[in-house]
């Protein structure tokens, strides 16, 4: 691995947006065969930086350097020349269409008809240079998420990309999953190529990286080598002061079972069946931690218990009482709140052409009385959860569309706290927080269980489940497939669990 | 490709402003080309169409008229589009109300005044709201389309009058002529400052409409309701009673509409009544964001658009299909300007790799 | 007939004295002072009735030099009423509104606008200041109806009418009339439009006419659509209100015309000399406010002979159209022999003679 080769330079890059200044003179330097971690908070400009690189914004001054040429990028298609490759979050992949017919979507040679030979030649041998395990006739929509991603970086690699961008891609992996992929980055190096890796999970950049930068609102802070640095030291240049990064699990006095859910079966609007049957319970002052992939049937169980999805078979007991049949206004009524946090972060919940008062008053308004409504308790209320939350907003009457994804997660979970409930369902509330902010919402949701509430916690860092619940639930296509304690639980017992396969240990040993 | 169209992140009001002046020079220009081909002078048209605008107190008051039921059917729209749910058959939900008014107007011509009026009221506005709650019922049942729905029942309305007015309701007295009696006078909303006191209800509505959207519960849900139904769905808000709610009120503001126009404008029942108003007042709720005080605006100023045009058509003469490009001129660059606010073209700077020293 | 109306004018004109005698100030209005509006029913351009009228507007500004304002397609409906307010806001002193519907509407302005004149084409009322006219279009109805039987070889006739009131009917029953004096086992089949002016269902109902089997098409429309269907099926059609040969050149026959233009000169002349008073015209052929259009090459040979024939007994008052025997549809004698239809009777017309096939809603 040569050290001073730098085969992609960006020198002072700026771009701002009207008055906000997104990256200030940022300098990054990548070598060839590098993993290049980019580190920093919400908004601290990776995404833009990335952007810039990828085509979609122009920077408005600096420039960019590939193998010491100073490129100039208008459309994504110059990067994709220039021989740069995004992989983005969420999956840019036609459905109905196998791996193959992705691959060649968008390819200029080959013209209108595509050469099938030729083109299944050139996958092979590309598969055989990465190790790359694709199955070029086999339809997306039939594929796992790891493939998917696979496909996707096959896809750039196809077009003749060696520098590599990717943007959270574990958030969507099981554990098992997240080994191939380094694997396959692991390879790619090897290849000459150079990948830039975004990620949260401090773990996953101590692992893979080889050089880290951090980024810290809108500039370049540090860029250090992983050898000679620790998690601590780098969370640090990212919030830019001392951070504890220890989650605490408190203990409470076990109360009684606030929540019993029995036999639980939903079914879609196929007429299939996501949850097949569930049954767990929480009590009071209990944290119960949720695993599992991404569609295991996280949100149907959060909305069934909501009265948002109807509910097949089976009866969720809250306090004595069955919640099935019951109207979500009810629900609300009885002190139950539930927060999903969804990928676009606006799906539910919040209304995103609404202010921060407008939306306080969601939750609230249907126990006022009388025709109008009184906004004066939720202008008060928007006031204290600004402050409480550090939310970052030109004013409470603004809406919460023009809010980073962090400060909208943060109105919602500010609401929802506010209602003093019994029950709180939570699924995803850090998801694309940065990390003072996630430590933030631990010692909130501490804080609502040292008071007695029963709290479901769905999540998808094994870390944090691990630290800080008590048991956790692991549910794999529908069905519980264990709950473990906490305390005794690994990440590779939860991930065999998160695909089904039963270890030994849960045998049994923790059934209700 | 040499330009690229690109989001603006945000625009200044100067900016908004200028280009809002811009488009509608340009529409005078492009416009005045137009008027040039038809050998008139576009300067002494322009004037005279501020002149029959409001050139005099009776063109004034014209142009009011004209703007009542502008004004009312698009509060009634933004209602529905609050929500959206895409009601485009304000055509029809007008002439629903006009057809319950006539029917109270012509069967009991001699109740007297207030009560007549009262009641042709309440009929319209039953007449709207129950014609605009077919679609709203299918849509919240169902989940039909209801941009299909409303369309469709806005030409069976139109035939429905047709049928009445050659039909059933036909005057006796018209020597054959298809048309429907006129009016007894108790069945004529009276005048203030001479325009028919439509304009005073048209004010009061803007003022009960600006406080339903914005300060009543129902108006909130419709808002929520409008932007996400998963949201909704989560506040516990009735999602279909929350749709039959916002869409008979939509309609019944247009029937009230409907009403008026046949009660002192056309003094009977006919098809003329809705005049194309269902239509274009989805325009005038548009450029107005939905805003109530902005409808009122948009609304004086559109039918300020509707009378110049007919009076530069008896005026110099032009044909009418004329008088209608002019019109539609000067919409399509104010309309058109509403995309350059929004995004922006850009030069794209071309795609080279240039190369730089080694 | 002629006399009719020159009674009404005399009366007329003795009412017109005593008004100026009672009002005194309204005096003699110079030839700059008069500004006439016109209101037609459909775009001047529908080479029809309301091109008809453009057409005498157009000779009354050249034979007078006057300013006249035009509005084409108005509906017949509460809105005629603001495009008469808005001409006379914008000077107007006499206004001619050229469509039955009308009626009441200008009734309504005429006692709104004391001062203005107003004058309505094909109606029947009358104010202090509103006249009524019309022209005796039946006449050279009659006349295309010979022309139409003459032509015809499957002995029906294909008649595309607007709306059923009594100057539809009047008009329908003296084509078939004329029809029946050349060719007594001729049909006349009736289609109703409902409408002034819409190309394509005229269009329409003439091609559902031609499809029950007739080889001649004639019309009460404001457009030439139904001349195009004739022409499309290569039978033949006859016009209205002008000259249609353009529209249909291979089928059009002749056309009963308007030729409002000399009348407009004479009301409006009347107004500039301070003479004009109310009155009810209803003009004949004599008169030359109606005619019957040159024949064409299209027309059945010895046509002409017999058309000359009738029209100079008409004008001369020895042919009279609804002059008795005439059959009602059931055959029953509705005007005996000898007998005359009365100017009332014509103007409430509201039952077919026999030979027309088609129904008038009651």
Known sequence: ?512 | MLYRIEKRSDISKEKSIGIRALAILLALITSGAFIFLLKLNPIDVYLSMLDGAFGSPYRIRETIITAIPLLITSLGLAIAFKMQFWNIGGEGQILMGAFFASFIALNYPDIPKPILLTLMMIAGILGGGLWALIPAFFKAQWGTNETIVTLMLNYIALKWITFLQYGPWRDPDALGFPKVPNFSPNAILPKVFGVHIGWIIALILVVLVYIFMKHSKKGYEIAVLGESENTARYAGINIKKTILVSIFLSGSIAGLAGMIQASAVSKTLAVSVSGGMGFTAIITTWLAALNPIFILVSSILFAALIRSGSFIQTAFGIPSAAASIIQAMILFFFLGSHFFIKYRITRKTSAKIAQGGE | MKRVSKVLMVLFLAMAVFLTGCSGDSGQEGAQDVKAGFIYVGPTGDGGWSYAHEMARQYVVEQLGIETLYKESVEEGPDVENVMKDMIDQGANIIFATSFGYMDYMEKMSLEYPEVKFMHCSGYKMTENMGNYFGRIYEPRYLSGMVAGLKTESNVIGYVAAFDIPEVVRGINAFALGVQAVNPDAVVKVRWTNTWYDPAREYEAARALLDEGADVIAQHQDTAGPQQAAQERGVWSIGYHSDMSEAAPDAYMTAPVWNFGPYYVEQIQKVIDGTWAPESYWGSMEDGIVALAPLTENAPEGAQAVIDEAQAKIKSGELKVFAGPIKDQEGNVRVAEGELMTDDELLSFDWFVQGVEGKINK
């Open chain 1, 1 to 512: 691995m040569s050290t001073e080769n730098p085969y992609l330079k960006m020198e002072g890059l700026t771009k701002t947006f009207g008055k906000v200044i997104a990256n200030n003179n940022v300098n990054l330097q990548v070598n060839k065969g590098e993993v290049h971690a980019l580190l920093g908070e919400n908004g601290a400009g990776k995404s833009t930086l990335m952007n810039m690189l990828s085509g979609i914004y122009t920077p408005d001054s600096g420039s960019i350097f590939i193998g010491g040429n100073n490129v100039k990028f208008s459309s994504p298609k110059d990067a994709i020349d220039a021989g740069i490759g995004m992989i983005h979050q969420h999956f840019k992949l036609v459905d109905v269409f196998t791996a193959k017919e992705n691959i060649i979507l968008g390819q200029k040679q080959g013209g209108f008809f595509t050469n099938n030979k030729k083109m299944g030649q050139g996958i092979r041998e590309l598969s055989q240079k990465y190790q790359l395990d694709i199955d070029p006739d086999k339809k997306v929509y039939d594929m796992s998420v790891g493939e998917k991603q696979t496909l996707e970086i096959f896809k750039v690699l196809y077009r003749g990309a060696n520098i590599l961008i990717l943007d959270e891609p574990t958030a969507v992996l099981t554990p098992q999953e997240t080994t191939k992929l380094f694997k396959i980055i692991k390879r790619m190096t090897e290849q000459d190529c150079a990948v830039i890796f975004i990620s949260h999970k401090m773990s996953e950049v101590m692992e893979i990286a080889d050089r880290i930068t951090v980024l810290r609102k809108g500039q370049t802070i540090a860029t250090l080598d992983k050898d000679k640095t620790n998690p601590k030291e780098l969370t640090d240049l990212m919030v830019g002061k001392s951070v504890d990064l220890s989650i605490k699990r408190i203990e409470t006095p076990k109360e009684e079972i606030a929540l019993e859910v029995k036999n639980l079966s939903v079914l879609n609007e196929e007429k299939v069946q996501v949850l097949k049957g569930l049954n767990f319970n929480i009590r009071s002052g209990e944290i119960l931690g949720v695993a599992g992939i991404a569609g295991s049937g996280q949100k149907e169980l959060c909305e069934s218990i909501a009265g948002l999805y109807p509910v097949h078979e089976g009866e969720i007991i809250f306090k004595g009482e069955n919640l099935v049949g019951k109207k979500p206004a009810e629900i609300i009524a009885k002190g139950v709140t539930m927060s999903f946090v969804p990928e676009d972060r606006l799906g539910m919940g919040l209304v995103a052409s609404m202010n921060i008062v407008d939306n306080l008053i969601l939750k609230q308004y249907q126990a006022q009385k009388g025709f109008l409504i009184n906004r004066k308790p939720a202008i008060a209320k928007a006031k204290e959860i600004v402050k409480r939350f550090d939310i970052q907003t030109p004013g409470i009457y603004h809406p919460i569309r023009d809010l980073s994804g962090g400060n909208i997660q943060k109105v919602l979970l500010g609401r929802e706290l506010d209602s003093n409930p019994e029950l709180l369902i939570t699924a995803y509330p850090v998801r694309g927080l940065d990390i003072n902010t996630c430590h933030k919402i631990y010692d909130l949701l501490n804080e609502e269980k040292k008071k007695g509430v029963a709290i479901l916690f769905i999540a998808e860092d094994l870390d944090v489940l691990i630290e800080l619940c008590d048991r956790i639930m692991v549910i794999w296509d529908g069905r519980v497939s264990g709950i473990l304690d906490a305390e005794k639980a690994t990440r590779e017992e939860i991930g065999l669990l998160m695909v089904g396969e039963k270890s030994d240990k849960t045998e049994g040993a923790y059934a209700i």
